[in-house]
């Protein structure tokens, strides 16, 4: 198929291609201008989307690295590399914000262009890795020279599916596929729309190796979905962030994207064009463009009503931390708060996380079963066992002991009718150690926390969440747990 109907608007323009080439050239002449000097043995380079010529319009976040000589001690990498990029941000009237990867950076607001400026060390092969950032100059420098001119495009077009479908991204708060794994992808099957037709058939564990290095069997990747040995590092895989989730959806966006255009094969032009663009449709819902928060809102707790489950919310403020470490404690907490909930009978539907990154965390959990009875069976050993008998009876000698079936068991008390009751034992400061929490969160979520149900929630909506951007988002996450995979077929 012609895909040059969506490629016009994925490629940057011409004026944007010679602003960002402007900024990328001043940066980098500032900076190796600073390091000579200044007597400083490190050299600036352009790497990522951009020097490798596969940005998508309107995405054009520049990442300058600093090599360092292998030889140079990490905290004198860490205090120049810091310098350096401070002293470029203030040069050039940035706006400069720190960061933590293996070790600090900083992202600068120049000319209007978000420009990362990272310290890195020099090395020729993947063998002579001090940190891992050091990789991202082998994987600009294999993708210039592997990559075809006409394969630009093709990474265009994978990349923004994925992004319409909701799996791009490495980050853990997506844990999709990284700009470089769809990059290697393009490699391997020639084209985007031959990837999604062999993502088809994909399995767990499917494995990659473009370089031929046989090191697919490492047992350090056997829990991971899919198994892409990095051509510039033969005992990583690239895809080791990405979740089986996120795969797995791909893989069904893949199918149905393929099924549709099989299907339209004789359809008129017109056709083809407004059905096929929807899967390239950025990750909007259409019924909220024209809709207040208020309206939005309203919609959706008609929604959880018409479930008739019961949905708990847990909002509590959160320490100043990267979002990369932030991410995954937040699922971890509410993963824990869940199955604590499942082992006392009370059953989870659905449950999902949502945070501004900077002061608020939101827990959001759906249940099928949020009251219990007073009473509830408590089973023994089997009745053939005497001694087990016999220490049991004595342990419960003040209980109605009878049997049920080969056990004996008796009619015990629940602690917790409710599962609010239950998740406001769990979050009190003495009791928190009965669920898993992470390490940054178990202070803030146990000292200064609200637990209420969506409706309360949802009808002070402002009282929680004070950015209408916010607000908009934290209503999309609760969008998508109403409606998973409505990302997968247009």
């Known amino acids: 198929m012609n895909y040059e109907f969506i490629l016009n608007d994925l490629r940057p323009s011409q004026e944007e291609i010679d602003a960002v080439n402007k900024t990328t050239e001043k940066v980098i002449s500032f900076l190796n ?12 380079f352009a790497v990522g989307s951009v020097a490798k010529n596969t940005w998508l319009s309107g995405k054009s976040d520049i990442d300058i690295f600093i090599r360092f000589p292998l030889k140079t001690d990490e905290a004198v990498l860490k205090e120049k590399g810091l310098y350096l990029g401070y002293k470029t941000n203030d040069a050039l009237k940035g706006k400069a914000s720190e960061h933590y990867a293996s070790h600090p950076y900083l992202t600068c607001l120049i000319d209007g262009i978000e420009v990362d400026i990272v310290p890195c060390y020099w090395i020729e092969d993947g063998s002579q890795l001090k940190s891992a950032v050091d990789r991202t100059i082998l994987h600009t420098r294999y993708i210039q020279k592997h990559l075809k001119k006409s394969q630009e ?81 033969k005992n990583r895989n690239v895809a080791a962030a990405l979740r089986i989730e996120r795969m797995l959806d791909f893989i069904i966006a893949s199918r ?31 019924r ?80 099928n079963v949020f009251k219990q009875s007073k009473y509830y069976v408590h ?29 004996i068991v008796f009619d015990r008390e629940r602690q917790f009718v409710t599962a609010k009751e239950l998740v406001k034992h769990l979050l009190e400061k003495d009791n928190i150690h009965e669920i898993k929490v992470g390490k940054n969160l178990r202070k803030a979520i146990s000292s200064t926390h609200t637990l209420c149900e969506i409706d309360e929630f949802l009808e002070n909506i402002d009282q929680f969440i004070c950015d209408e951007a916010d607000q908009r988002e934290f209503l999309n996450t609760l969008d998508d747990l109403l409606r998973p995979g409505q990302y997968l077929k247009r």
């Open 153 to 233: 495009d093709e990474v265009l077009l994978l990349k923004k599916f994925m992004d319409a479908v909701g799996t791009y991204g490495s980050e853990f708060k997506t844990g999709g596929f990284a700009g470089y794994l769809c990059e290697l992808l393009i490699l391997k099957y020639s084209t985007f729309e031959e990837t999604l037709r062999q993502a088809q058939d994909w399995k767990f564990h499917t494995k990659i190796d473009l370089e031929n290095y046989g090191t697919s069997d490492n047992k350090l990747f056997k829990n991971d979905p899919l198994v892409f040995i990095d051509p510039t590092d």
């Open 33 to 44: 201008k600073t390091c000579k000097e200044e007597n400083i043995p490190a050299q600036a």
């Open 379 to 407: 089973e023994g050993p089997k009745v053939w066992n005497k001694l087990a008998f016999n220490n049991f009876s004595a342990k419960w000698s003040q209980e109605s002991l009878y049997h049920k079936g080969e056990f």
């Open 288 to 367: 909220f463009q024209d809709k207040s928060v208020k309206e939005i809102s309203d919609d959706i707790l008609d929604e959880f009503k018409d479930r008739e489950t019961q949905t708990l919310v847990i909002s509590f403020p959160i320490p100043e931390m990267n979002a990369d470490a932030l991410h995954p404690q937040l699922l971890k907490t509410v993963e824990s708060i869940s199955h604590k909930l499942e082992s006392e009978d009370f059953s989870v539907y659905s449950y999902d996380y949502w945070t501004d990154e900077k002061n608020l965390v939101i827990f959001i959990i759906e249940l």
């Open 256 to 286: 149905n994207y393929i099924n549709l255009i099989d299907s339209l094969e004789d359809a008129d032009e017109n056709i083809i064009k407004e059905k096929v663009l929807k899967y390239f449709s950025p990750l909007l819902k259409e």
